[in-house]
């Protein structure tokens, strides 16, 4: 039930919702909801028609009509998920104590690789490029990793009340226990 109860207030009532926090254990629960959202049916498709190409024929460019269904469904799932994956990121930032604007560096070096990218298929600019860009949304994306597994600082109103076991709590105050809000 933690998946569903996370899937339902971080996700679908939060989902424009770009301030506040969100805790660790909610944002990896809500991944591993996205992950078998995304990649269930696949695995599901695989198990059931074993080796066959179930995208279709390279060979004669043909595709099936699963392969056209499960490629539809992923590019809808994508799209739903597509403003809570960046909310629910920011607010895990917050949690952490860090700038949600490391999501924005994330997708604008991920859309530079991909201009670069198309620019170096036309032959427009040297692939070479493309290097420092990809090393750079590599770097990013490792340190978001690594931001979105710190424990919340409890310290500081800036992101919003911090949040333990599903209650607000307010910072300890010298010789004060924690209270609810």
């Known amino acids: 039930m933690r998946l569903l109860d996370v899937l339902k207030y971080e996700v679908f009532f939060n989902y424009f919702n770009f301030t506040g926090r969100t805790r660790r254990v909610d944002y990896w629960w809500y991944r591993l909801a996205y992950l078998i959202i995304l990649?269930?049916?696949?695995?599901?498709?695989?198990?059931?028609?074993?080796?066959?190409?179930?995208?279709?024929?390279?060979?004669?460019?043909?595709?099936?009509?699963l392969g056209t269904v499960?490629?539809?469904?992923?590019?809808?799932?994508?799209?739903?998920?597509?403003?809570p994956e960046l909310s629910i990121?920011?607010?895990?930032?917050?949690?952490?104590?860090?700038?949600?604007k490391w999501v924005l560096a994330a997708y604008v070096s991920m859309f530079a690789g991909f201009l670069i990218g198309g620019l170096a298929a036309l032959r427009l600019l040297s692939p070479w490029w493309l290097a420092p860009v990809v090393v750079a949304y590599i770097l990013i994306e490792l340190l978001m990793l690594i931001f979105t597994l710190l424990p919340s600082r409890p310290?500081?109103?800036?992101?919003?009340?911090?949040?333990?076991?599903?209650?607000?709590?307010?910072?300890?105050?010298?010789?004060?226990a924690e209270t609810a809000s």
């Open 39 to 65: 990649f269930g049916p696949t695995v599901i498709v695989a198990l059931i028609f074993g080796d066959s190409d179930i995208f279709g024929d390279s060979e004669t460019k043909t595709t099936t009509l």
């Open 70 to 83: 499960l490629t539809i469904f992923y590019g809808i799932v994508l799209l739903w998920f597509a403003i």
């Open 89 to 100: 990121t920011v607010r895990r930032l917050h949690d952490a104590g860090q700038s949600g």
């Open 155 to 176: 310290s500081g109103e800036r992101y919003g009340p911090h949040v333990r076991y599903g209650r607000a709590v307010s910072p300890k105050v010298s010789g004060t």
